[in-house]
């Protein structure tokens, strides 16, 4: 009996849709592999707050500016804070409230 020539094309994809398979799913677990070793590696240390400067700039009269103003002080922040208010001139509305 004879193998129909055909028949070596189909067994050739065959085996090359098997090797594609194994070989994706062993990159696939290789790389999950690779993923749970780094995320196991990381550094749980508590990161230092960087110290942050707010540049606030004031003009002209605003209903509620001190309440407004204060919520800048008031904010939560775990490392040093430095506050700036600054104006373009002293007898601006915004520099006569207390």
Same mark, same amino acid.
């Given at each position: 009996?004879?193998?129909?020539?055909?028949? /070596?094309?189909?067994?050739?994809? /065959?085996?090359?849709?098997?090797?594609?398979?194994? +070989?994706? +799913?062993?990159?696939?677990?290789?790389?999950?592999?690779?993923?749970?070793? /780094?995320? !196991?590696?990381? @550094?749980?240390?508590?990161?230092?707050?960087?110290?942050?400067?707010?540049?606030?700039?004031?003009? !002209?009269?605003?209903?509620?500016?001190?309440?407004?103003?204060?919520?800048?002080?008031?904010?939560?922040?775990? !490392?040093?804070?430095?506050?700036? /208010? !600054?104006?373009? @001139?002293? +007898? @601006?509305?915004?520099?006569?409230?207390?």
């Amino acid at each position: 009996m004879t193998i129909p020539p055909h028949y /070596f094309l189909a067994e050739f994809f /065959f085996e090359l849709c098997v090797i594609g398979a194994v +070989s994706g +799913s062993l990159y696939l677990l290789l790389a999950a592999y690779f993923v749970l070793r /780094f995320r !196991g590696r990381h @550094d749980r240390r508590e990161v230092a707050a960087v110290p942050v400067t707010i540049l606030k700039p004031l003009h !002209g009269e605003e209903p509620n500016l001190y309440s407004r103003l204060s919520t800048f002080c008031e904010q939560s922040y775990p !490392g040093p804070v430095q506050i700036v /208010f !600054g104006c373009h @001139d002293e +007898s @601006d509305p915004a520099v006569a409230r207390n």
